[in-house]
């Protein structure tokens, strides 16, 4: 009997996964296996928000295996270590694995090849799993290994062909193999108290309704406000959802499709500029306009939301009490931090990390340096004045009232310049900089 491992990394669904398909295809049974990594659980930016939504996700994988007559077969410890005792214990022939950009990622895919190559097995990568577009399939026509600028990349992206979207096997076999429980991660710290969790059976759901319905206000409406996003990006890091299985559903004909389209690209292009820049993780993508300086007490009333601007102060507290917050709250307390205050842009990068349920390396990463001008943005000079988004993004203050109950007294867009009222700083704290407008 000839047996295949599908070894899930951030693609935890079974709709329209190419590495458990390509195991299901090509063996007469099926490991589905998940490595709970050690190393990735000793970094400090793997805050309890991830773990939390990754559990659930992990939960909900195994529910919809056990649907198919399967099961997740978990193991903690070294990915390459555990992979290669299930191989040998079953004697596997090949392990299917998704490709992904990450430094971590390639090197984990090199040291399991070189492991697997020991016992006769192979190792099989799969592109177009996590991204629609893999980043080997665009190249400029410079020549340059990858777009620098999104524009032009996402004219060609909108021209590359989709694989069809495979549909989930109906039956797998598992061969006996030991496994762990399913991992919880209740001693992991304190998260966000309303932090959404689940995964592909709860993605799903919410596809649907967002396609029914929100995604045609998308881009219109006032995404702070209104709460006009999707709230996909969880499902969509974690692999919960499959964006291939998305975008043929989406009706790029409205401006709410093309919008959500674009950002779905957004996603791909980061993608594909972290894996020929690997090094973009952290350090600069190129020189930006700014000499950062230390100022540890203006970090930290950023973090905490205590800047005493509020519609700054409201995204962060956001932040911490749901593990995320609307793409505008994101550029705008970046661009905060990095254009107001003028720290260092990887002092923001690690907090999202460490509380955003969908922060990944390439989205995550790049997004930040494009607001610090150290990115991809032509305009590195780019300033977002935090009293001009308030106004724009909420003009009648509803977004920060709710956030900041402290000045839910104040009316209409008075609440966005409380040092004009009589607010004493013990309710809310005076502003920590000057910004042109006040």
Request: include cysteine.
């Given at each position: 009997?000839?047996?295949?491992?599908?070894?899930?990394?951030?693609?935890?669904?079974?709709?329209?996964?190419?590495?458990?398909?390509?195991?299901?295809?090509?063996?007469?049974?099926?490991?589905?296996?998940?490595?709970?990594?050690?190393?990735?659980?000793?970094?400090?930016?793997?805050?309890?928000?991830?773990?939390?939504?990754?559990?659930?996700?992990?939960?909900?994988?195994?529910?919809?295996?056990?649907?198919?007559?399967?099961?997740?077969?978990?193991?903690?410890?070294?990915?390459?270590?555990?992979?290669?005792?299930?191989?040998?214990?079953?004697?596997?022939?090949?392990?299917?694995?998704?490709?992904?950009?990450?430094?971590?990622?390639?090197?984990?895919?090199?040291?399991?090849?070189?492991?697997?190559?020991?016992?006769?097995?192979?190792?099989?990568?799969?592109?177009?799993?996590?991204?629609?577009?893999?980043?080997?399939?665009?190249?400029?026509?410079?020549?340059?290994?990858?777009?620098?600028?999104?524009?032009?990349?996402?004219?060609?992206?909108?021209?590359?062909?989709?694989?069809?979207?495979?549909?989930?096997?109906?039956?797998?076999?598992?061969?006996?193999?030991?496994?762990?429980?399913?991992?919880?991660?209740?001693?992991?710290?304190?998260?966000?108290?309303?932090?959404?969790?689940?995964?592909?059976?709860?993605?799903?759901?919410?596809?649907?309704?967002?396609?029914?319905?929100?995604?045609?206000?998308?881009?219109?409406?006032?995404?702070?406000?209104?709460?006009?996003?999707?709230?996909?990006?969880?499902?969509?890091?974690?692999?919960?959802?499959?964006?291939?299985?998305?975008?043929?559903?989406?009706?790029?004909?409205?401006?709410?499709?093309?919008?959500?389209?674009?950002?779905?690209?957004?996603?791909?292009?980061?993608?594909?500029?972290?894996?020929?820049?690997?090094?973009?993780?952290?350090?600069?993508?190129?020189?930006?306009?700014?000499?950062?300086?230390?100022?540890?007490?203006?970090?930290?009333?950023?973090?905490?939301?205590?800047?005493?601007?509020?519609?700054?102060?409201?995204?962060?507290?956001?932040?911490?009490?749901?593990?995320?917050?609307?793409?505008?709250?994101?550029?705008?307390?970046?661009?905060?931090?990095?254009?107001?205050?003028?720290?260092?842009?990887r002092l923001g990068a690690a907090h999202f990390l460490r509380w955003l349920v969908d922060?990944?390396?390439?989205?995550?990463?790049?997004?930040?340096?494009?607001?610090?001008?150290?990115?991809?943005?032509?305009?590195?000079?780019?300033?977002?004045?935090?009293?001009?988004?308030?106004?724009?993004?909420?003009?009648?203050?509803?977004?920060?009232?709710?956030?900041?109950?402290?000045?839910?007294?104040?009316?209409?867009?008075?609440?966005?310049?409380?040092w004009r009222t009589s607010t004493p700083p013990e309710i809310y704290p005076a502003p920590?900089?000057?910004?042109?407008?006040?």
């Amino acid at each position: 009997m000839s047996i295949a491992v599908a070894l899930f990394t951030r693609d935890l669904r079974v709709h329209d996964n190419p590495v458990l398909v390509a195991a299901h295809r090509a063996a007469d049974a099926v490991v589905p296996l998940f490595v709970v990594d050690e190393t990735i659980l000793r970094i400090p930016a793997v805050g309890p928000n991830r773990l939390r939504f990754l559990a659930a996700a992990l939960a909900e994988l195994d529910t919809e295996l056990r649907s198919a007559g399967g099961h997740l077969v978990i193991r903690h410890g070294d990915v390459v270590d555990e992979v290669e005792r299930v191989v040998a214990r079953v004697h596997a022939d090949i392990v299917h694995i998704a490709a992904d950009v990450s430094r971590y990622s390639r090197d984990r895919e090199a040291a399991l090849r070189e492991r697997l190559a020991r016992h006769d097995c192979r190792l099989q990568v799969h592109t177009h799993s996590i991204t629609a577009v893999a980043p080997s399939d665009l190249r400029p026509a410079s020549g340059r290994d990858h777009f620098a600028v999104f524009t032009p990349y996402y004219r060609h992206w909108q021209q590359v062909p989709l694989r069809k979207p495979l549909a989930a096997p109906r039956t797998l076999v598992v061969p006996s193999v030991q496994s762990d429980r399913l991992p919880h991660f209740a001693d992991r710290g304190e998260g966000s108290p309303h932090l959404a969790v689940g995964g592909e059976t709860t993605g799903r759901k919410m596809l649907r309704r967002w396609l029914s319905g929100g995604i045609g206000h998308y881009g219109s409406a006032d995404e702070l406000t209104a709460d006009a996003t999707s709230r996909l990006s969880p499902y969509l890091h974690f692999g919960c959802l499959s964006v291939t299985e998305i975008l043929p559903r989406i009706d790029t004909t409205t401006p709410g499709g093309e919008a959500f389209s674009r950002q779905l690209a957004w996603r791909d292009f980061h993608h594909q500029v972290l894996a020929a820049r690997p090094d973009a993780a952290w350090n600069d993508y190129r020189p930006g306009p700014i000499r950062w300086r230390d100022d540890p007490h203006a970090a930290q009333a950023w973090r905490t939301g205590n800047t005493g601007f509020p519609i700054v102060d409201a995204a962060m507290r956001q932040l911490l009490a749901e593990g995320w917050m609307p793409g505008r709250a994101r550029l705008i307390t970046a661009g905060f931090l990095t254009k107001t205050l003028r720290l260092d842009w990887r002092l923001g990068a690690a907090h999202f990390l460490r509380w955003l349920v969908d922060a990944d390396v390439a989205n995550n990463q790049l997004n930040w340096q494009w607001m610090a001008g150290t990115g991809t943005d032509t305009r590195p000079n780019r300033v977002l004045n935090p009293l001009r988004q308030a106004a724009r993004h909420d003009p009648a203050g509803d977004y920060v009232r709710h956030w900041l109950p402290e000045l839910a007294r104040l009316e209409g867009p008075t609440i966005h310049r409380p040092w004009r009222t009589s607010t004493p700083p013990e309710i809310y704290p005076a502003p920590i900089t000057e910004c042109p407008g006040m």
